[in-house]
């Protein structure tokens, strides 16, 4: 595994919750509330590696721009989440908020993959990408026990 795979798993996990979510009607209240949880504990540790670890990276290494859109995209998620968090799942708004939370991730990781990735591999060797993928996991639990 190196760095791009898990942030290609994880991307999959908020992408089929965000869907799951979509799938709810108004009166799947408990469903929405769990989905929206399972969506924070995937989101948020995940977010918080990339900061710690590529982005830093791109900084320095690599275009800094891409790095600073890519944080500004995660702090309007983390926004938008939160907002969507503190509307009642029974809402009218529930599902348009919860839409456009899902089409700001989705273009988050459009460019993650794409140009993102592509970037990070011209710095990044095959050895450096694996060791970065086992610190990006340690990341994430630190996150999960640190919020607990
Ligand atoms: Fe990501
Ligand atoms: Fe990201």
């Given at each position: 595994m190196d760095i791009f795979s898990i942030i290609k798993s994880d991307?999959?996990?908020?992408?089929?919750?965000?869907?799951?979510?979509?799938?709810?009607?108004?009166?799947?209240?408990?469903?929405?509330?769990?989905?929206?949880?399972q969506l924070r504990d995937l989101l948020?540790?995940?977010?918080?590696?990339?900061?710690?670890?590529?982005y830093p990276l791109l900084m320095e290494e690599g275009d800094p721009e891409l790095a600073m859109e890519a944080i500004e995209e995660?702090?309007?998620?983390?926004?938008?989440?939160?907002?969507l968090e503190s509307l009642s799942p029974g809402?009218?708004?529930w599902h348009a908020r919860c839409q456009v939370l899902s089409e700001l991730i989705e273009h988050h990781i459009?460019?993650?993959?794409?140009?993102?990735?592509?970037?990070?591999?011209?710095?990044?060797?095959?050895?450096?990408?694996?060791?970065?993928?086992?610190?990006?996991?340690?990341?994430?639990?630190t996150f999960l026990k640190e919020a607990a």
């Open positions: 991307h999959k996990k908020v992408q089929d919750t965000l869907e799951s979510m979509l799938d709810t009607s108004s009166g799947d209240e408990q469903s929405r509330r769990q989905f929206t949880d948020l540790p995940h977010m918080s590696a990339e900061e710690a670890l590529l995660h702090r309007t998620a983390k926004h938008v989440l939160s907002e809402d009218a708004f459009d460019e993650e993959e794409s140009d993102i990735f592509e970037n990070a591999s011209e710095f990044l060797d095959k050895q450096r990408a694996q060791r970065l993928a086992r610190e990006f996991e340690q990341r994430k639990q």
